[in-house]
Antibody, heavy 122, light 107 residues
Framework: EEQLVESGGGLVQPGGSLRLSCEAS????????MHWVRQAPGKGLHWVSY????????HYADSVKGRFTISRDNAKSSLYLQMNSLRAEDTAIYFC???????????????WGQGTLVTVSS | DIQMTQSPSSLYATVGDRVSITCRAS??????LNWYQQKPGKAPKLLIY???SLRSGVPSRFSGSASGTDFTLTISSLQPEDFATYYC?????????FGPGTKVDIK
């Protein structure tokens, strides 16, 4: 069964850092592009970042550009999001997500993790 | 960036009702439009991709259509398990923006 499991969320002070992880299982991780999507409490979905299957192509939302870094370790079937200079408005549940097939991001995100909560507060 | 709008923001309906939700893109996105359903405390679930293709396992009462930059999600006969929030998303270019959501509630 294809599965994505996020971890690494928690409470952090403004200006602090946090590293999220997303461990994949049940499929060949190296074949799939991956995304991070976040959702502030009681709010809608907001796309955060994209990384290609090889890790060579990366995109970010303007709201996190220069502060967040997406990466992946294909040997460990894991996706990461390094979050620096955190702000209160970064408080959200962070989901990792993948398309149904390789190079298929244009067809939507078919698989999602359960999410990990990041709270930025003093 | 491509902006996505949805209407209505919320609606009240009864089991058996036909429900339609509209999404509009700020510029041409071809048919790169997806629909998700989200229930409280859960991850979103992909229902429709490429504007009108039903994801495997999704009930056939869900359908999608497109006309230019306007897209519609229709639920032909609302079931109790369909009460949720629905989001559209464009996947034409990054950032892959989502609409603000439409909450479907019980009348």
């Amino acid at each position: 069964e294809e599965q994505l499991v996020e971890s690494g969320g928690g409470l952090v002070q403004p200006g602090g850092s946090l590293r999220l992880s997303c461990e994949a299982s049940g499929f060949t991780f190296t074949k799939f592009e991956m995304h991070w999507v976040r959702q502030a409490p009681g709010k809608g979905l907001h796309w955060v970042s994209y990384i290609s299957d090889s890790g060579t192509t990366i995109h970010y939302a303007d709201s996190v550009k220069g502060r967040f870094t997406i990466s992946r370790d294909n040997a460990k079937s894991s996706l990461y999001l390094q979050m620096n200079s955190l702000r209160a408005e970064d408080t959200a549940i962070y989901f990792c997500a993948r398309p149904a097939r390789s190079s298929g991001s244009y067809l939507g995100f078919a698989f999602w993790g359960q999410g990990t909560l990041v709270t930025v507060s003093s | 960036d491509i902006q996505m709008t949805q209407s209505p923001s919320s609606l009240y309906a009864t089991v058996g009702d036909r429900v339609s939700i509209t999404c509009r893109a700020s510029q041409t996105i071809s048919n790169y439009l997806n629909w998700y359903q989200q229930k409280p405390g859960k991850a979103p679930k992909l229902l429709i991709y490429a504007a009108s293709s039903l994801r495997s396992g999704v009930p056939s009462r869900f359908s999608g259509s497109a006309s230019g930059t306007d897209f519609t999600l229709t639920i032909s006969s609302l079931q109790p398990e369909d009460f949720a929030t629905y989001y559209c998303q464009q996947s034409s270019t990054t950032p892959f923006t989502f609409g603000p959501g439409t909450k479907v509630d019980i009348k």
